[in-house]
């Protein structure tokens, strides 16, 4: 099955051939598996060696020591985060390009100069601390007062992504001057970040809790008001669209697996993918993939291109429902094996139904669509 950025450049597909390899060597899903069991953290050089391969740096421009393989960042940006879902790769990649971006468009000289470049290296760890309860598609749970050096920032962000381990969290708080974002350092005052149980066990997510925590005016990315809000919804929109790409690669990957059980299973003497009602579901799955792909391709072409504003809540919407119909088709197909710790369907199903929620859900991105389009809330 091909990525779902349909057509690749000649070195597009040498960074999706780099990617698969990376990921099948470096960590396969002996690996993925092996952590989920034992909670071990990431191998020694993981994040320096994605890095080499371009992981961090393809929405930062050239000038700001970036740059892309094909001229499109989002598209190149989409095929490594197809290649990650469809090998369950651990890392905060999708919330680390999101601070990249932020950074490049609205960073300070001193955030640019020396916290961009290690992210973009691999050689410093950030997340995006975004959502209140459920990881929602709008800023909530952390608020800011306006404080003579900067602003003050109190409440709760949940489903961080690798925030115990960050060395920086980008911080989205609401206040009296609109929406606000500061760069935190993982061990300021007042911050707790604390792991939480998540479904999905091939990534962890934590929450962080802010007591009063005072981030000096160098420390904000771009000012209150108009000019971040509108940050954030390329913020949102990247973060939407990667997750989709990642989704898309987790659905191929597993489908495959199952269409390839169902060709060796037999049952009556015959393989199970011989009878029609298996057959008509497995090809519901692949068109609902197939959709999936077109939905991405969409968005991906939007944002790079300056396509609908509503391209990637579109792509949220759609993509989180099928990946979950998706994969409980495979949950069905593989029967009995799929409900054994050692069976794989169960990572695949835990990911997909995990990114579903991630920065907004089906309901969030219908709201959101619908705001994009100017239609007032309730109708």
């Known amino acids: 099955m091909q990525l779902a950025v349909s057509v690749l450049t000649e070195e597009q597909r040498a960074l ?11 960590y396969p899903l002996a690996k993925v598996r092996e952590t989920a069991d034992s909670g071990a953290p990431l191998p020694a050089g993981f994040l320096r060696q994605a890095a080499e391969l371009g992981w961090f740096a393809m929405l930062v421009p050239e ?10 960042p989002t598209a190149d940006a989409a095929v490594i985060a197809e290649e990650r879902g469809r090998w369950l790769q651990p890392a905060a ?30 050689e410093q760890r950030v997340s995006w601390a975004f959502a209140g309860d459920r990881g929602s598609g709008a800023p909530g749970g952390v608020g800011y007062v306006r404080t003579p050096e900067g602003i003050r920032l109190s409440g709760t962000a949940t489903s961080v992504q690798d925030g115990g381990e960050s060395d920086h969290l980008l911080v989205t708080a609401t206040g009296p001057d609109g929406p606000v974002q500061a760069l935190v350092s993982r061990d300021a005052p007042g911050l707790t970040v604390q792991p939480l149980t998540s479904l999905d066990v091939t990534r962890r997510f934590w929450s962080a809790r802010f007591d009063d925590v005072d981030v000096s ?19 949102l929109d990247l973060a939407a669209l990667l997750t989709c790409a990642e989704m898309v690669g987790a659905m191929s990957s597993d489908l495959e697996l199952a269409i390839a059980y169902a060709k060796n299973r037999t049952a009556f003497g015959r393989p199970i993918g011989s009878f029609q009602a298996l057959k008509h579901q497995l090809a519901d799955a692949a068109t609902l993939v197939e959709a999936s792909k077109a939905a991405v391709d969409v968005a991906v072409d939007a944002r790079d291109g300056g396509g609908p504003p509503d391209a990637a809540s579109v792509a949220k919407a759609f993509v989180s429902r ?4 998706v994969a409980h088709v495979c949950w069905q197909v593989f029967g009995g094996i799929a409900y054994t710790w050692e069976h794989d ?10 990114d579903a929620l991630l920065y907004g859900d089906v ?11 100017g239609v007032p809330d309730g109708h």
């Open 16 to 26: 999706r051939e780099s990617t698969s390899r990376f990921a099948q060597e470096r």
């Open 63 to 72: 000038s700001l020591g970036g740059g892309t393989v094909s001229g499109r």
């Open 322 to 325: 099928s990946a979950v119909e």
């Open 363 to 373: 309901g969030d991105h219908h709201r959101r669509i619908l705001a994009l389009q």
């Open 217 to 235: 005016t160098p420390d904000l990315v771009g000012e209150p008001g108009e000019a971040t809000e509108t940050l954030l919804r390329r913020q």
């Open 93 to 122: 990649f999708v919330p680390a390009n999101v601070v990249a971006l932020a950074l490049a468009e609205s960073g300070s000289e001193a955030q640019q100069t020396k916290i961009l470049p290690a992210v973009i290296a691999g």
């Open 345 to 354: 369907q169960h990572l695949y199903l835990r990911r997909l139904t995990t």
